[in-house]
T-cell receptor
Framework: DAKTTQPPSMDCAEGRAANLPCNHSTISGNEYVYWYRQIHSQGPQYIIHGLKNNETNEMASLIITEDRKSSTLILPHATLRDTAVYYCIVVNTGTASKLTFGTGTRLQVTL | EPEVTQTPSHQVTQMGQEVILRCVPISNHLYFYWYRQILGQKVEFLVSFYNNEISEKSEIFDDQFSVERPDGSNFTLKIRSTKLEDSAMYFC???????????FGPGTRLTVL
């Protein structure tokens, strides 16, 4: 699976949009971009995933560049409860794929 | 909304003892996983399981570990002779198909004394 690079930490004011970037320059054609988050030591929580088109659900939006070498997770109106570590993971969908977690981005939402 | 559940939430054991961590995956899911996270470190893949067989395992998953689906609902991780370094959060996950989204349980905190 392709490696991802994320900034180690980011801050965001409550109510503002949080834009979390991820680089995955070696991604291949059959690999999806997945985003999970982990609040404290809880189980990782699925947020969203995409292949090449932008995606939106009730939690977030995912913007993938046309060359697929990077993506941005957008939390449109961050709240204090969004404070967590966010992981961008590239997954090969060909088989039962393990998730390879990096160190992620620690997002701190402040008042 | 269906979710993965895990029991116990916290397990304390003495070094050398056997522990069994239990998971109930989402009911229509066919693929099951175990991950662990040592305090302050990354979440690490241990094993994937499908059709009553291990699909893939990491180098962490050595002979002291085993997995089983003893009935139609439970999925277990057994550690035969625990070591201090097995202290970690253990997360179970499941997916409907192998290439589908994995959903995680809340974890079991294992403390080996």
């Amino acid at each position: 699976d392709a490696k991802t690079t994320q900034p180690p930490s980011m801050d965001c004011a409550e109510g503002r949009a949080a834009n979390l970037p991820c680089n995955h320059s070696t991604i291949s054609g059959n690999e999806y971009v997945y985003w999970y988050r982990q609040i404290h030591s809880q189980g990782p929580q699925y947020i969203i995933h995409g292949l090449k088109n932008n995606e939106t659900n009730e939690m977030a939006s995912l913007i993938i560049t046309e060359d697929r070498k990077s993506s941005t997770l957008i939390l449109p109106h961050a709240t204090l409860r969004d404070t967590a570590v966010y992981y961008c993971i590239v997954v090969n969908t060909g088989t039962a794929s393990k998730l390879t977690f990096g160190t992620g981005t620690r997002l701190q939402v402040t008042l | 909304e269906p979710e993965v559940t895990q029991t116990p939430s916290h397990q304390v054991t003495q070094m050398g003892q056997e522990v069994i961590l239990r998971c109930v995956p989402i009911s229509n899911h066919l693929y099951f996983y175990w991950y662990r996270q040592i305090l302050g470190q990354k979440v690490e893949f241990l094993v994937s399981f499908y059709n009553n067989e291990i699909s893939e395992k990491s180098e962490i998953f050595d002979d002291q570990f085993s997995v089983e689906r003893p009935d139609g609902s439970n999925f277990t991780l057994k550690i035969r002779s625990t070591k201090l370094e097995d202290s970690a959060m253990y997360f179970c996950a499941s997916s409907e198909q192998g290439a589908d989204t994995q959903y995680f349980g809340p974890g079991t905190r294992l403390t080996v004394l």
